[in-house]
Structures are given as C-alpha cells and as structure tokens.
C-alpha cells in the first residue's frame, strides 16, 4: 500500500484513541458530580491511568497535527486540483471533525480550564448570522455550560462523531484508492 500522505500515521493515531478512549469508558462517569474526581483518581489509584489519560491526550494532539499536516501537504503540492476537487472538501470536513472532537474531549476533565476554554469557545457560534445562538444553545444543552453540555459533549465524543469519522475516512480512502491517486505512476 503506498502511503505519501500520512494515512498510517493516522489511522494508527485514531487506533490508539479508539483504545485508549474504551479504557477510559470503563472509568469515567459523565457528570458534573464526579468527572473531575474520577480523572484525579484516574492519575492516583487507577494502575496506570496517568499513562492512559496522557497516551489518550497526546495522540489526540498528534491526530490533529497529522491531520493539519496531511491537509498542508495536499495544498502545497496542489493535490487538490481536478479531478480531485470533491475529495479535497471531504478532507477539509475530516479535519473540522477532528478539531471538534478534540473540542469536545477538552470539557470532559470538568476542570476550570476546560469549563472556560468551552465557555469561550462556544461563544463563537453566536456570531453566526440567524442560527448562531441557536446552535450554541443546542450544543450547550442551554444558554450556558453546565450538565447538559457535559452529557451532550460526552454523547458527541464517543458516538456521534467517532462514527461519523470512520465513515467519511472510509470514504476519502476509498476515493483515494477509486481514483488511482495514490498509487505511484510508472
């Protein structure tokens, strides 16, 4: 399989989130309650949850680089023109979807970096004309972070978009190798 983008830096990358990501299922409790407990025991009492929580953080930081990188490399060789336009956009949206992802595991620690961190970052959605507010009040579960956004960026994290993500990458791998575009030519 030739591989000049980065796929399997990728794809080992979202491996390791995925495992990672089930491990720290097990331990986890998405409320207001107990979330920042649980990660404070998780680095304490839990063998090895210090490793888990950093191995889990760190390839999410190196998921968005690779990702970021990987959208560079296509843009700067122009890999993006014809006949490769529509993949290019797929692209785009996988790396939109990554950064949300890392978004929504940012407020699951519940601690006050993260609590503000959302709070800001989700104030951005206002300034989008005529659906702005309503958008960020969907996400938040309200008009302001607290359970509900837990709970709704605890759902988004570990279903809706991990799903969605392994889908439009089957996808955007599957046009790759469709369209003989990442096969060398001789």
């Given at each position: 399989f030739y591989n000049p983008s980065g796929y399997t830096a990728g794809a080992f990358l979202f491996l390791i989130l995925t495992v990672t990501g089930i491990?720290?299922?097990?331990?986890?409790?998405?409320?207001?309650?107990?979330?920042?407990?649980?990660?404070?025991?998780?680095?304490?009492?839990?063998?090895?949850?210090?490793?888990?929580r950093n191995m889990h953080r760190w390839?999410?930081?190196g998921m968005v680089a690779v990702v970021f990188l990987h959208l560079c490399r296509v843009f700067l060789t122009g890999s993006y023109k014809k006949p490769r336009e529509f993949n290019w956009v797929v692209g785009v949206i996988l790396f939109l979807?990554?950064?949300?992802?890392?978004f929504t595991g940012y407020l699951l620690p519940w601690d006050q970096l993260a609590y503000w961190?959302?709070?800001?970052?989700?104030?951005?959605?206002?300034?989008?004309?005529?659906?702005?507010?309503?958008l960020r009040?969907?996400?938040?579960g309200g008009p302001e972070v607290g359970a509900a956004t837990l709970t709704n960026f605890y759902g988004l994290h570990v279903a809706i978009i991990p799903i969605t993500l392994m889908g439009i990458?089957?996808?955007?791998?599957?046009?790759?190798?469709?369209?003989?575009?990442?096969?060398?030519?001789?």
């Open positions: 491990l720290l299922m097990f331990y986890y409790v998405p409320s207001t309650q107990q979330a920042y407990d649980r990660m404070l025991d998780l680095r304490g009492s839990v063998a090895f949850g210090t490793l888990l390839s999410a930081h979807l990554t950064l949300f992802m890392s961190a959302v709070t800001v970052g989700s104030s951005l959605l206002s300034y989008i004309p005529l659906i702005g507010e309503a009040n969907f996400l938040l990458v089957s996808f955007h791998i599957w046009r790759v190798r469709k369209d003989s575009l990442s096969i060398p030519h001789k």
